[in-house]
């Protein structure tokens, strides 16, 4: 089995290598330097480990996020094993081909874990772990073999904060079936890492319960080790200062052999140990590091037989048996056609026959039949489908007055009590602020999730608490450190799980809308994997006034109508909400083609995530006795409906989105008595009318002459003459784009700057978003009489 694992290794090294040499220099001309030269040398670091894991080591039940400049590597294994196709790998990093780094949403071969931004991916490996044992301890989830989520790690991916913050979350939820293999090649992309750090690499895993495995030597260096001398040698070597090491590597055997005997000094055993070797000997003795050894990974990996979470930190060299071996600018550099002419010539590969997967393999009928019976590619893809679980219709309130968030808490206590397939399938998750976003009652019924039982203290000794909370297997709650990385990596966990696993669940998390910029990157990187769950920000804007600027949110609206893979909602009252939650959990399950719904020219049957943005405000509802209007209900998914549509001689609009709908309502109601035909426009996604919008201006330009929008079909009707007011508690651009629809003049309120404490009356006022706001302006941006003020 060795020989074969050493034959496809030389195999990946060769082709991710060609890959990348190819893709630079088809595009050199048109792209100018376009910087892939880190493929070359990042990836030569990387074919043993992945040699030994994909080949002998993982079972299809196993899953992988790979380092992101090991793409090359992944995509020529994927190719040998017919899984991606010639003329995407000779288009790598180009059109329609290959990507840089793996990504489940645009490449085509099996990629278990989207991966770029660094460190993110690593993370993502514990918290479907988590998912994992979730799903495994549900009575109605299938019986599957539990896998060992898997993290091929840069060492300079270990300064990325996101992961020691999901350390700290592994320990405590009793993380386990978690590897993660740290290519220690001691290089980044702007010089060579600092001495050590292995010591504390180590000590950090082994203080939060990991396994540490150090892969520091080869064989060939062992066995050296074991001659006489060779204790010497090894203590060189282990004392060796890493840009030492890395500069002697590229320069090769003869200034090792100069570098060594003047260290050493002529000293018998140690001297005799290094004449008998060649310079070319020499040199590949010294490039013996554990990380580059079969023979030592593959006995590294048979060696774990439990659960426990293991951390292999194994020594390699960056661009290992390329010209770039060890140079400290490699992540740069790219070999030049000369070098790679060598490199062919090296490798043993003839001209012309680049792209053959199994060039310069004499007996390939007997590697074919090994790569037949690899464990991990025996069943094919692994990407699951689940069933989809119907809704039973929105859960309505009946408060007079009452906040969004609220009404959240309010509408998932009512799920809570039902007994049926979508309410036993969400599983929601919180920050260190499930009671203060209204997540308590759904716990209360539910429970903490645990796969082993935790009892509530506070019951057990009679205290009066209004949190009933009790860990369990059968919980539906996962309660996570304050970390909102780890917030939006759970859920991107949650949310593949009917990808990874084959059980659909509908995760919901909650977190203080200001700080969903706290995990921003966790959040684009969750929606670029298509993941599917409902981000729920509250409570929002500057409404949340006695907390000053720090807990209040300005620019959130416009990262929900940014964000690609997330549509994003601020609903003013409870009906809407309730509508909106119950179109949510049929749009998290949809996965249909990428065709526009012609009535709005939104792609809603390719489904996506969902962001509410909440209040803690109490708004006073409307007693809308529209809960049954098909019109109404389209409208607030659609994202807009006239809350009083203007007539044919409309003077105004008021466009408004959240809990300032009682300011544009009252404003509308003052300004009526000296202006005709006020509109006020309830809008409760800026993000869909915008989207609908520019689908539908793209449309046209394609020859569908009669596409309409939502936001035209609304506007279409209103006066050119008449002006536009736009409010929120956000950022005015939210709405201020709609003025544009038609070419209405427009008047956007809004708050650009930081907030502070206060009454809501006091910074409404202040940011000028309030009813007199409202009337002042259209008093001097609208024709006509005087508008009276109170």
């Not at 803690?616 to 006239?642: H, I, K, M, N």
């Not at 408004?656 to 404003?667: D, K, L, T």
Request: charged residues 25%.
């Amino acid at each position: 089995m060795t020989d074969h694992l050493k034959t496809i290794e030389q195999r990946l090294l060769w082709l991710s290598a060609w890959i990348v040499h190819n893709a630079n220099h088809l595009r050199a001309k048109e792209d100018g330097d376009v910087k892939v030269g880190g493929h070359q040398a990042s990836c030569a670091s990387m074919v043993s480990i992945m040699t030994a894991l994909y080949y002998h080591t993982l079972r299809p039940e196993d899953r992988v996020a790979v380092k992101p400049h090991a793409s090359p590597v992944f995509h020529a294994m994927q190719y040998i094993m017919g899984n991606q196709t010639l003329e995407k790998l000779k288009n790598f990093r180009g059109w329609g081909g290959t990507q840089s780094y793996p990504s489940r949403t645009k490449d085509i071969d099996d990629v278990d874990f989207s991966t770029g931004s660094v460190g993110l991916g690593v993370a993502e490996t514990a918290f479907s772990s988590l998912v994992q044992d979730y799903l495994a301890a549900k009575s109605w989830a299938k019986d599957r073999p539990l896998g060992r989520m898997v993290a091929l790690v840069g060492d300079a991916e270990l300064d990325e904060g996101n992961v020691y913050e999901c350390l700290q979350e592994g320990w405590k939820h009793d993380l386990r079936n978690t590897w993660w293999v740290i290519d220690y090649n001691r290089q980044s992309l702007d010089g060579v890492v600092r001495e050590g750090l292995w010591e504390k690499i180590e000590a950090i895993f082994t203080a939060f319960g990991w396994r540490t495995v150090v892969l520091r030597h080869g064989v060939l260096q062992r066995a050296a080790f074991e001659e006489p001398g060779g204790d010497i040698l090894k203590k060189w070597i282990q004392d060796c200062p890493n840009p030492d090491y890395s500069a002697l590597t590229f320069k090769g055997g003869a200034a090792w052999r100069k570098r060594l005997l003047d260290d050493i000094g002529d000293q018998g055993d140690v001297s005799d140990l290094l004449n008998k070797r060649s310079d070319e000997e020499l040199n590949t003795l010294m490039n013996n590091l554990g990380g580059q050894c079969l023979s030592t990974l593959t006995e590294a990996f048979d060696a774990i037989q439990d659960d426990k979470p293991t951390v292999f930190l194994a020594y390699t060299i960056k661009g290992w048996q390329t010209p770039l071996a060890g140079h400290k600018d490699n992540h740069a550099g790219l070999m030049n056609k000369a070098q790679m002419a060598e490199f062919q010539t090296h490798m043993g590969v003839a001209e012309g026959e680049e792209w053959e997967p199994l060039a310069t393999v004499e007996d390939k009928a007997d590697v074919e039949a090994f790569l037949k019976d690899v464990p991990f590619f025996s069943e094919g893809t692994r990407r699951f489908t689940a069933p989809k679980v119907e809704s039973a219709g929105p859960v309505f309130l009946d408060d007079r007055v009452l906040s969004t968030q609220a009404g959240f808490g309010k509408i998932l206590d009512g799920i809570a009590k039902r007994d049926d397939q979508l309410t036993e399938r969400i599983v929601t998750t919180s920050p260190d602020v499930t009671v203060s976003t209204n997540l308590g009652p759904w716990v209360n019924r539910r429970n903490l999730f645990a796969r082993n039982e935790v009892s509530d203290t506070f019951r057990e000794q009679s205290i009066p608490s209004t949190q009933k909370w009790q860990f369990s297997p059968e919980g539906q709650h996962f309660e996570l450190g304050i970390a909102e990385m780890n917030l939006m990596l759970m859920l991107g966990s949650l949310g593949l799980s009917h990808s990874h696993f084959g059980e659909r669940l509908i995760p919901i998390g909650t977190v203080y809308d200001p700080f969903i910029n706290r995990g921003l990157d966790a959040l684009n990187y969750a929606c670029y994997q298509d993941a599917r769950f409902i981000i729920v920000g509250t409570p929002s804007g500057i409404t949340l006034a006695p907390e000053g600027g720090a807990h209040q949110s300005i620019g959130t609206q416009l990262v929900g109508m940014s964000q690609d893979g997330l549509v994003s909602f601020e609903p003013a009252y409870l009906d809407e909400l309730s509508i909106i939650m119950d179109w949510s959990f049929d749009y998290l399950q949809r996965s249909g083609e990428n065709d526009p719904d012609e009535r709005t020219w939104l792609r809603d049957e390719t489904g996506g995530s969902v962001y509410l943005r909440l209040s803690t405000r109490p708004v006073e509802q409307l007693g809308l006795s529209s809960r049954d209007d098909e019109e109404f209900r389209r409208g607030v998914v659609d994202g807009a409906y006239w809350l009083r549509k203007p007539g044919p001689n409309c003077e105004l609009v008021i466009a408004y989105q959240g809990v300032v709908g009682p300011e544009a309502i009252e404003a509308a109601g003052r300004i009526g008595n000296d202006r005709r035909d006020i509109g006020v426009l309830a809008v409760t996604s800026a993000d869909r009318l915008n989207s609908g919008w520019t689908a539908a201006r793209r449309a046209r330009a394609r020859g569908h002459k009669d596409a309409v929008s939502q936001i035209e079909r609304l506007m279409g009707d209103v006066s050119r003459d008449a002006t536009l007011i736009t409010v929120t508690d956000g950022h005015p651009a939210t709405l201020a784009w709609i003025g544009s629809v038609a070419g209405h003049m427009t008047a956007p309120l809004g708050v650009e700057h930081f907030g502070q404490t206060g009454t809501i009356s006091d910074l409404y006022k202040h940011f000028q978003i309030d009813a007199d706001a409202i009337v002042n302006a259209a008093n001097y941006l609208s024709a006509g009489r005087r508008i009276h003020l109170r």
